[in-house]
């Protein structure tokens, strides 16, 4: 399984942007599917994720301005942002991790999010 993120741009804060990853096969089942982050000379950084159920976790500084959701039949992830601030400018990344065998790790190549002042 290959995933393809898509969906950033340069947005002024205040504003809002829909990110988008699809996955080239079928999502294993118990799968959970996650966005990170990754800021210019900083560590990736968990932002949300959404397992198979349904279950979301965000981080601190997502919790209230962004949602994430998925679509299994359509093999996608999504992460809704709202409020976006400049502190939110980074590459964003999505994951689908599975512990179980077959296990799986995947991360998909990035899409940049600017935010400007």
């Known amino acids: 399984v290959q995933l393809q993120a898509s969906g950033g741009g340069l947005v002024q804060a205040g504003g809002s942007l829909r990110l988008s990853c699809v996955a080239s096969g079928n999502i294993p089942g118990a799968a959970t599917m996650s966005w990170y982050r990754q800021a210019p000379g900083k560590q990736r950084e968990f932002v949300a994720s959404?397992?198979?159920?349904?279950?979301?976790d965000y981080a601190a500084s997502a919790e209230g301005r962004f949602t994430v959701s998925r679509h299994n039949a359509l093999n996608a992830l999504y992460l809704q942002m709202d409020s976006l601030k400049p502190e939110d400018t980074a590459v964003y990344y999505c994951?689908?991790?599975?512990?179980?065998?077959?296990?799986?790790?995947?991360w998909g190549q990035g899409t940049l999010v600017t935010v400007s002042s």
């Open positions: 959404v397992t198979s159920g349904g279950i979301t």
């Open positions: 994951r689908l991790r599975r512990s179980m065998t077959p296990v799986y790790n995947t």
